[in-house]
Structure formats: structure tokens, C-alpha cells
């Protein structure tokens, strides 16, 4: 079974961050660490687990939590109630893949994190990535609409009607349209960047968690 992405929360406030930890642990294929409450507590815990992603807030204790992301080589999303331009395009400049304002709905975090893996996935291992892929997971990830480079087609309307009401791999629907497995895919991760299909991960006893598609209702 392949492991969660595993997550490093920050946030001084005790009562945020078991509050952020367990909207982390009900996002299927994630798994929170114990949050931490300093800058000094995040460096150790980001060399002592090696998370996937840091969840921190920018106003800490003992420094900045932008500044830390720009110094960690680990994914970032940065959580916080500053809401000025500078520090967010401060908090994007250090490289962080999200920004979410405090309050926010618990929808926004979950949101985010389901693109956040929709995104990590469409870039995995060291093949070559063509640039509709590099297109596509800035769209996934930004919450965007269609990327430029991508368009509705004939064959994914073939692949929408090929999903039905129930759910499916891209073999699955490569085979009832007459595709290949890739060329399924494809037009699947298309059709989700753009919210049409819902993607969904169905763990197995071995291996890469298996991509599952639904049509959006």
C-alpha cells in the first residue's frame, strides 16, 4: 500500500493546529504529524520526518514562516490571517504552492489539498514532462478553469459518456472508447483540472494508489 503524503502543521496556537491536523487526517491519502508551535520545532521536525508538505502560518513566535519555506526544500502552503498584497506575493516568491487566508471555510483547506495531490501525482517520478502536463497541473493546482492549451474534443465527450453515472480507471474507459490507457488519461486529468470529473484514490495491497473518475453531477 502506497503511504499517505505525509504533513507538517505550524501554528502557535495549539487549539488551530489540532483543529488544521484533523481536517489533514479525514483527506483520504494524507496523513498529519504531530503539529509543531515554533520555527526552531518545524526545522527540527522537517529534518527528523521528512514530510511531504508544511502547513505554516507566516506570524510565529520565534520568525517568520515565510522565511522558513523559502529556506525548506519541502512543498509549502502557507496558512494565515494576513491578508495584505505584499505578504502574500512574499509568501508565493518563497516558493509556497498555496496561500489560504484565515478564517476560511473547512472546504477551502480540503479543496486544497485534493489539487495539491491531483498536482504531486501529474508530475511524479523523473520521466520527461510534456508541457500540456506542466500546464495542467498549474490549472489543477491554482484552482483554475481550462488551461489554453487544452479543449473540449470529440473524444472527451466519447470519455464522459464512456464514465456514465458510476466511476472508473482511464484503462477502464480507454477500453470502452477504443484508447489507449493514456490517451484515457489524458483527456480525464483535462476534464478535471476543468472540475468536469471527479477524481477519486482507491488504495490496493501493493503499489500506486489507483486513480478512479466520476462524472461530476
Known sequence: MTDPLRVLILDDDFRVGELHRGIVDEQPGFRALEPVRTIAEARDGLHASRPDLLLADVYLPD??????????????????????????RRALRSGAVGYLRKPFDRRGLTGLLERYARYRNLLAGDRPVPQEDVDRALAILHGSGEPVTVSRSATEQLVLAALGDGEASAAEVGERVGISRATAQRHLAALAARTVVEVRLRYGATGRPEHRYAART
Open 63 to 88: 520568525g517568520d514562516g515565510i522565511a522558513l519555506v523559502r529556506e525548506t526544500a519541502v512543498d509549502a502552503i502557507l496558512i494565515s490571517a494576513a491578508d495584505d498584497g505584499p505578504t502574500v
